[in-house]
């Protein structure tokens, strides 16, 4: 059973493009949830999805961040315009549908930079 | 909401143990979870303690849990160079968020 997948795991953008990171969850997991890593940080939370709904964003900012976790393929982190703030790595975790959280399984993250 | 802090640097010389601490705000968590992070690398599960236990032991790791000061601790007896990494001590947020995760503490395990 393969774990959780990100790609690509190094993104590089130049400020004002669109940074699209890719989520596949574990075999059987419905439920995905996306952290972000600033450096010297630990985890913040951003966003917590199931297939086709989005349940808690409250970590999201406003503008220009967008996820998705659609009925078939992977679940994706969007943004628009990026700034070098924006330069952090990415995690996302899955976990089964009965949620227990010692059951979140981390990706190897998806390292963003803005140039 | 939560609020989760460690200590960010710890060095250890191989063979001794380290003790990794932390302290949370939100005493209504059940689980308390310590992750693990290699460099370059996702997060690993290392162990957790449910709320209603005091301490818990698996192999070199124990991990000892203070609910009355909000304090969880993470010991790591006999420990070895493979043992550096940054640990994180994460705890579920009320209500329906997830984890919220400290800054970690990069263990520098000396030979």
């Known amino acids: 059973n393969a774990g959780v997948m990100q790609n690509p795991r190094h993104l590089v953008r130049r400020r004002g493009q669109e940074a699209r990171l890719r989520c596949s969850p574990m075999?059987?997991?419905?439920?995905v949830y996306w952290y972000r890593q600033l450096p010297e940080e630990g985890l913040k939370f951003m966003v917590y999805l199931q297939k086709e709904n989005i349940i808690d964003e409250s970590g999201m900012p406003k503008e220009r961040f967008s996820a998705e976790f659609p009925k078939e393929g992977p679940s994706i982190l969007r943004i628009q315009q990026v700034v070098r703030g924006d330069s952090a790595a990415y995690f996302c975790?899955?976990?089964?549908?009965?949620?227990?959280?010692?059951?979140?399984?981390f990706g190897p993250g998806t390292r963003l930079t803005v140039t | 909401g939560e609020d989760v802090e460690q200590s960010l640097f710890l060095s250890v010389r191989e063979g001794d143990s380290s003790v990794i601490n932390c302290t949370y705000t939100d005493s209504s968590s059940t689980y308390l979870y310590w992750y693990k992070q290699e460099p370059g690398a996702g997060l690993q599960l290392l162990t957790y303690i449910f709320s209603n236990m005091d301490m818990k032991q698996d192999q070199r790791l124990t991990v000892l849990l203070n609910k009355k000061d909000k304090h969880l601790s993470l010991r790591i007896a006999d420990t070895q160079t493979g043992d550096s990494a940054i640990y994180f001590c994460a705890v579920p947020n009320s209500g329906n968020t997830p984890l919220v995760f400290g800054k970690g503490t990069r263990l520098s395990v000396i030979a």
């Open positions: 975790a899955s976990s089964p549908p009965l949620q227990r959280w010692d059951e979140q399984y």
């Open positions: 075999k059987g997991h419905s439920h």
